[in-house]
């Protein structure tokens, strides 16, 4: 764990909005970083390297404990650090809490979820078979969200398959609910 000592080093910051965005800059990752500390602060490459490694961890456990106290987060400092400079990495800390949660949520590598769909019943007019001729089928449009990003998938199903995924989804939502302890008739 780096020395939190460090932060000492932000007191000579140019303003406020400076820390602010330093401390956006180090959650996302920003390359530049230890160039912009070097030339902000006037401080070595290796202190800015332990300046943006403190933040950095300082930033994980707010983000990955769920510190949402103000108190709780003062607690995190060393006593000896300038107390403008708590108060005011307390205040940015408990400010982009939120939002960082969210994108780190939104990073963690997961399954794809599902957003939105929308759905419609087609009867087709024109085949070459007279079989498949108004036969209706569902066309169903998912708007799913994965790690690089939101897509759409369009799936057309018949009526016996829209029946059978309509089954399976019944047995589904009647095993969520025995295991939430919830009886619901459906």
């Keep these: 764990m780096p ?8 007191v000579s910051s140019p303003s406020k909005d400076y820390i ?3 401390c956006n800059d180090v959650f996302r990752e920003n390359p530049k970083i230890s160039e912009n500390l070097i030339e902000n602060l006037g401080i070595s490459e290796e202190e800015a390297r332990q300046l943006a490694a403190a933040l950095g961890d300082l930033i994980h456990q707010v983000v990955f404990n769920n510190v949402f106290q103000p108190e709780a987060m003062i607690q995190l400092f060393p006593a000896e650090l300038n ?10 800390l408990l400010e982009f809490q939120p939002n960082w949660q969210r994108i780190a949520s939104v990073r963690q590598a997961s399954l794809p979820r599902l957003l939105d769909f929308e759905w419609q019943v087609n009867v087709g007019t ?4 007279t079989a498949r001729m108004s036969v209706p089928s569902c066309l ?3 708007q799913i969200e994965q790690e690089n990003g939101v897509h759409n998938e369009m799936v057309e199903m018949s009526k016996e398959t829209l029946d059978t995924m309509l ?3 019944s047995k ?5 609910n025995s ?3 919830t009886s619901k008739a459906s």
């Design 83 to 92: 107390a403008n400079l708590k108060k005011l990495l307390a205040k940015t």
């Design 20 to 22: 602010r965005q330093l």
């Design 172 to 176: 589904i939502r009647q095993q969520l």
């Design 167 to 169: 089954d399976s989804l």
């Design 179 to 181: 295991v939430a302890g």
């Design 3 to 10: 020395d939190l000592m460090i932060l000492e080093k932000l």
């Design 126 to 129: 024109a085949s070459s078979s």
């Design 140 to 142: 169903l449009n998912l």
